[in-house]
Each structure stands twice: as C-alpha cells, then as structure tokens.
C-alpha cells in the first residue's frame, strides 16, 4: 500500500500564495507520476495539475500561469506551488499518485487539505 500524505492548505487572502506538498510512502514501489486536484462544495473532483516522472506536467487552464507543479523524485514528493488565489480556487486539494506496486499497478489518493481563499 502506497501512502500519501499532504500539508500546506490553510487560509489566505485573494491575491496570496500557499504550497502544498504531498510525500507519498510504502514500500516495493515506483511511481509513474503524481498529481493535485481539488473538490469545491457542490462539484465534482477535478484535475489541478500532474507531472509524470519524466517531468512532463499538466496544468488545468483555470489555474495556468499561477499554479506550478514540481516533484522531487528521489523524496517520492510533489509540490503545488499555488500564487495569486483567487477565491474560487477554495477547495479541498487531494493529492494523487500513480504507479507500480509489486506486480500490480495502484491509484492512491491523499486524506485532502483545504485550501479557503478569502476575498
């Protein structure tokens, strides 16, 4: 079992920054990429952005040029670096990581950390 843990969210003003960090552990694994998405009250959980162990990433439009996804491979972590919140970014932000556990392929997800941005 591969487990994610994250930290970082909190409260901020429109117009502030906040990282969030995500260290995936466990052992007998190797990780194919690792992402963040978000879920706001009342709507579906969508992509934020992902970065692919070979540093390839994907970032959603809606936050593109503010947000930046970075992971360090050799921690088994993934940062969301988040500046500019506008108060539409509050959500709950669940860290994602995919890849290989033993013989098995596994989708782990994190506990969520809100992230509330205050106009």
């Known amino acids: 079992q591969v487990q994610l843990v994250e930290s970082g969210g909190g409260l901020v003003q429109a117009g502030g920054s906040l990282r969030l960090s995500c260290a995936a552990s466990g052992s007998m694994f190797s990780i194919d990429a690792m992402g963040w998405y978000r879920q706001a009250p009342g709507k579906q959980r969508e992509l934020v952005a992902t970065?692919?162990?070979?540093?390839?990433?994907n970032v959603a439009d809606s936050v593109k040029g503010r947000f930046t996804i970075s992971r360090n491979n050799a921690k088994n972590t993934v940062y969301l670096q988040m500046n500019s919140l506008k108060p539409e970014d509050t959500a709950v932000y669940y860290c994602?990581?995919?890849?290989?556990?033993?013989?098995?392929?596994?989708?782990?997800w994190g506990q969520g950390t809100q992230v509330t941005v205050s106009s």
């Open positions: 994602n990581s995919e890849g290989r556990l033993r013989m098995s392929r596994f989708s782990s």
């Open positions: 970065v692919t162990i070979e540093g390839r990433s």
